[in-house]
């Protein structure tokens, strides 16, 4: 089964979702639309896969939302989009 997990800057791994392939997306989304309204930026790395969720410029710490979310999971992750 797919999982959407964020790999943190921190050290830590925080599952985000676990469900079907459009369901994880759609979570993914929800998560960079609210990281991109706290005014920090997010990088594509691999389309509808993996993303880096980037920490603001002024930061003075790491914070725990910060890191790599992947989606990771069956086969049908890479063939379905």
Not at 11 to 39: Q, T, W
Not at 74 to 79: A, I, K, T
């Amino acid at each position: 089964m797919p999982k959407l997990t964020l790999h943190s800057y921190c050290g830590m791994a925080f599952p985000l979702y676990e469900g079907d392939v459009h369901d994880c997306r759609i979570k993914a989304y929800e998560c960079i639309r609210n990281h991109r309204r706290s005014g920090r930026d997010v990088s594509v790395l691999k389309s509808g896969r993996r993303w880096e969720m980037l920490e603001a410029e002024d930061a003075a710490m790491v914070y725990d939302d910060t890191g790599i979310m992947a989606l990771t999971g069956e086969d049908d992750v890479e063939s379905s989009y």
